[in-house]
């Protein structure tokens, strides 16, 4: 079977293709056509000589990649120098300056230019290091000591993070770093109150952004260089090898029959093209193309069929294994293994994609939505998909499910896929291996260039303390309502998403506020622990020394209202003191993990919520609906985005054990459906009065946490209520909304 015609196209949020070239704003240098097309996996074979050499030596950055995350032990310093180097040539040579450059020969030969200094001055800080300890340790008290040549190779590499990320995603993140760095320098120094902060001289500047763990070749650069390019890289394989089409004929299969088919096909394929790309753009574009079409010659309008693309291809990344870089971020942050993130990850994932359903079954309903034609399925693209998706995927969850590290999941699964792919008509040839390893390296360009660029940000907000000043500030504007602070949360992400990539905003928003927002959760077992009484020695002298008054009354209990004032008024110094005493380290670590888990999961709105939804937008284009319309039906149909942080907060969903989580997602699956009906003011039937109380009632009943009874109660409500919206006589024409 021939390789996909053309699957950059196809799955084009590949970071340079559809990322850049149509979510970028129009002031920043865009990606030409002409630049791109050296790194074409279909173009293996064919044109100039030059790029022959740019494609190998493409192939041979990928197989370092594999190699030196298996058996090439070197420092993190080097691995993450040239990781950056060597992508930083890439998008040099893919992207221009500026718009009107694109397609100058000058420029272009300037960039050639750029790349290789780029890559040589990442090689050369990386040399740099143990002379820099050397000489500043031999001369004391006069600061970090920097030749001439380390000056002009670090002042590149950070110049260039700032820059390429500037031609890569627009000007939102490069300001975020050069205020960044400006406040670390001088403007910290001149800012009032909790922001104030001591300024630095430009040599230790210089060295913690380049040495430090919280720099650029820190640990965020590790887990780019470590996990996700290995990531990317299996997901060219599963495209190369037919599994993106075995997904789609699968789905098929699942909805052929059902009415309205057409949307369902699209929320499962959605799901699954997830554990192969993490992207929703890439969803959207991939699967879009065909499920939107299908859509609405089912019978949906035009704007419902790209709002239900978006809202799936969205909850893509949401999706295990890979949940875009989230999951690898995860795990950096809490220090939980990345198996751990997985696992809690998935009933969360299924719940999403329910609810996306659900507003599929009620528009149906609504609509008239006839029963579709089977579709043949091509059983070619089943078979020759089927093992290259289903045994290197099940194989990789074996391993990270058993403490494998995830770069050796996603090496075994990338050697298991071309094994397996010879006993199907899509073989994984040395040709298509080559394409796949371009596929790959070419999708992994803006995360590698980005997240090594984001550790500037992260250096000065570490360097600084600022964090604790968000922190202290989420805290004090939410005056203890974890409601609040939830809701502050969301809507930082919404704006922050509005110009930064999802990786991006969330990385950003866990480094300020994860801390504040476990801190709140985990202050409702202080608060129960002071209104009981506590009898340590420990907790009363510590809070004695805020209030003595507290001493005389904390053995007998200072009563639920009492304790929640005490708890919120705290210094943020005295409440992790007590939460070290009152709440066990394993409490503490699931509380981190809810934190960074609402936090990534608000930080999924921007895709789907105007002014600015990449995702949504690229469903109106290729369903031709308006773009601002189709943003507003995809934040509709996206409403799992909200709900599931809610459960996060307030359920055991996440922090409590197997059984306590299917019972949530259990009852809590009634309650999305009646939040849909809600939504959409149409169950089985249209809703009257009472079957608006009835679903309002039993929604909140439903979702109620701890209360098994009124689970129970509210999921029978919502059934008995919608039943009786089913109309007396079939539904015969369609009913216009």
Not at 12 to 29: E, F, I, K, L, R
Not at 218 to 230: D, R, V
Not at 389 to 406: A, D
Not at 700 to 712: E, K, Q, R
Request: with cysteine.
């Amino acid at each position: 079977m021939p390789a996909p015609k053309d699957p950059i196209k196809a799955a084009s949020d590949d970071p340079v293709s559809a990322t850049v070239t149509t979510a970028m704003p129009s002031d920043a240098g865009e990606v030409s056509e002409k630049r791109r097309r050296w790194l074409d996996p279909e173009s293996l074979g064919h044109g100039p000589w030059t790029a022959h050499v740019m494609r190998w030596a493409v192939i041979a950055f990928a197989l370092w990649h594999i190699a030196t995350n298996l058996f090439i032990n070197e420092a993190g310093i080097w691995q993450n120098a040239l990781h950056f180097g060597g992508f930083g040539l890439i998008a040099a040579l893919s992207t221009a300056p500026m718009q009107r450059l694109r397609d100058s020969r000058w420029a272009l030969v300037l960039d050639v230019i750029y790349g290789f200094a780029i890559f040589g001055a990442a090689i050369w800080v990386a040399y740099a290091e143990d002379g820099v300890y050397v000489n500043s340790m031999a001369q004391r008290g006069s600061g970090w000591i920097f030749s001439p040549m380390d000056w002009i190779a670090g002042g590149l590499v950070i110049f260039a993070a700032v820059d390429l990320t500037r031609r890569l995603t627009g000007w939102i993140i490069p300001t975020l770093i050069l205020i960044s760095l400006a406040y670390i320098l001088f403007l910290g120094a001149w800012l009032p109150g909790v922001f104030r902060s001591a300024s630095l001289p430009l040599s230790d500047v210089l060295f913690r952004s380049l040495y430090n763990d919280e720099g650029m070749f820190g640990g965020i650069t590790t887990i780019s260089s470590a996990n996700i390019t290995l990531f990317m890289i299996f997901g060219g394989f599963l495209i190369y090898s037919g599994a993106s089409d075995f997904v789609i004929e699968l789905s098929r299969i699942v909805a052929a029959r059902l009415r309205g088919g057409g949307a369902y096909v699209a929320v499962i394929s959605s799901a699954l093209t997830g554990t192969i790309s993490g992207s929703a753009v890439a969803n959207t574009a991939s699967t879009g193309v065909i499920t939107i079409p299908t859509m609405t010659s089912n019978g949906f309008k035009p704007t419902f069929a790209a709002g239900v693309e978006a809202a799936s291809s969205t909850g893509g990344q949401l999706v295990p294994p890979i949940m875009g870089a989230g999951a690898f971020v995860m795990a950096s942050y809490t220090g939980l293994p990345y198996s751990t993130i997985v696992a809690v990850s998935v009933l969360p994932a299924i719940l999403y994609f329910l609810s996306v359903a659900c507003f599929v079954r009620i528009e149906v309903l609504r609509s008239g939505i006839p029963a579709a034609t089977p579709r043949p399925v091509d059983r070619k693209k089943l078979a020759a998909g089927a093992l290259n998706f289903v045994l290197p995927l099940g194989v990789m969850i074996w391993l990270l499910m058993t403490g494998r590290t995830p770069n050796y999941a996603a090496s075994v699964a990338i050697a298991v896929l071309v094994v397996v792919s010879w006993a199907t008509p899509t073989k994984m040839t040395p040709k298509r291996i080559a394409q796949a390893l371009i596929f790959g390296m070419r999708t992994a360009v803006m995360t590698a260039v980005l997240l090594t660029a984001i550790g500037l940000v992260n250096n000065a907000i570490t360097t600084s303390g600022v964090g604790g000043a968000f922190s202290l500030m989420i805290i004090q504007w939410s005056q203890g309502s974890l409601i609040i602070a939830i809701a502050l949360v969301a809507l930082a992400s919404l704006i922050l998403g509005m110009g930064l990539p999802v990786t991006a905003a969330y990385v950003i928003l866990a480094i300020l506020l994860a801390p504040a927002l476990s801190g709140l959760l985990a202050d409702r077992i202080v608060i129960d622990a002071l209104a009981a009484g506590v009898n340590d020695a420990a907790v009363s002298g510590t809070l004695a020394l805020f209030d003595p008054s507290l001493q005389a009354d904390l053995p007998s209990g200072l009563g639920a209202e009492r304790a929640a004032e005490v708890v919120s008024s705290l210094p943020m110094e005295v409440s992790a003191v007590l939460r070290s005493s009152l709440v066990d380290q394993g409490q503490l670590s699931t509380f981190l993990l809810v934190a960074h888990l609402i936090i990534f999961w608000l930080s999924q709105d921007s895709n789907v919520t105007p002014p600015v939804c990449l995702a949504a937008y690229t469903a109106a284009g290729i369903a031709g609906s308006k773009p601002m319309a189709t943003g507003l039906t995809s934040w509709k149909i996206a409403k799992g985005l909200y709900i599931m942080p809610l459960l996060f907060a307030y359920t055991p969903l996440i922090s409590g054990d197997g059984a306590e989580a299917l019972r949530v997602a259990v009852f809590a699956s009634f309650g999305i459906y009646a939040v849909t009906a809600l939504l959409q003011r149409h169950a089985e039937g249209p809703l009257t009065w009472w079957a608006y109380a009835g679903l309002l009632v039993g929604a909140i009943g439903a979702f109620m946490p701890y209360h098994i009874w009124a689970n129970l109660g509210g999921a029978v409500l919502i059934l008995v209520t919608a039943w009786g919206t089913r109309p007396r006589h079939p539904i015969g024409q369609r009913i216009e909304t």
